[in-house]
Structures are given as C-alpha cells and as structure tokens.
C-alpha cells in the first residue's frame, strides 16, 4: 500500500509563511500528478495546487502570486510553500496522489487516488 505523509501545519499570523510537506511511503514506480486540497470548516474540499511530474502546475485563483506548489520526483514528495497568508486560508489541507504505481507483495498495482490524512493551517487575523 502507499500512504501519503504530510507536516508543516500550524498557526501563523496573517501575512506570514508556512511550508507543508508531503511525502509518499511504498515502493513506488511513478506518480502522475500530486497536489494540495483544502477544506475550511462548513466548506467543500477544494483544489489548491497542483503539479505532475513533468512539473507543470495549477493554481486556484485565491493562491496564485502568493502560494507556489513544488514536487521532488526522486523522494515523491510534494511542498507547498505559502506566502502571504491571509486568515482566509485557514483550513485542514490534504496531500493528494494520483495514479500511483507501486510495488506489492510480488506484484505492480495501481491506485487511481491516495490522500494524506490533512495537516492544519490557521491564520490569525
């Protein structure tokens, strides 16, 4: 199985900086695309960022200029760095994996989807 490992949560006052991690446990072959979500209280999940691993990357529109999504194919890991803070983007963010093959008791599998279990971000006002 693979699972997705995320740090670097925490509370930060609006205007600072927090960098999450997330790295992705297993034997594994490659990962298509991987990327970041968040889900503020009484909200749906929404996309934040992300790349693939020839390093091309999206962008919601809230964090674009301030919040930069970037990848370490050799450790399959992902970051984000977040610049700017506003208490807006207070919110539990997930690590997501897509199109995962690994490596499994003598066999290669593929899982379409694998998510971190969320860190959270608070930013004070």
């Known amino acids: 199985q693979v699972q997705l490992v995320e740090s670097g949560g925490g509370l930060v006052q609006a205007g600072g900086s927090l960098r999450l991690s997330c790295a992705a446990s297993?034997?594994?072959?490659?990962?298509?695309?991987m990327g970041w979500y968040r889900q503020a209280p009484g909200k749906q999940r929404e996309l934040v960022a992300t790349?693939?691993?020839?390093?091309?990357?999206t962008y919601a529109d809230s964090v674009k200029g301030r919040f930069t999504i970037s990848r370490d194919n050799a450790k399959n890991t992902v970051y984000l760095q977040m610049n700017s803070l506003k208490p807006e983007d207070t919110a539990v963010y997930y690590c997501?994996?897509?199109?995962?093959?690994?490596?499994?008791?003598?066999?290669?599998?593929?899982?379409?989807?694998?998510w971190g279990q969320g860190t959270q971000v608070t930013v004070s006002s």
């Open positions: 790349i693939t691993s020839g390093g091309t990357t």
């Open positions: 997501n994996a897509e199109r995962v093959t690994y490596y499994d008791n003598d066999s290669i599998r593929r899982m379409g989807a694998v």
């Open positions: 297993g034997v594994i072959f490659s990962i298509n695309a």
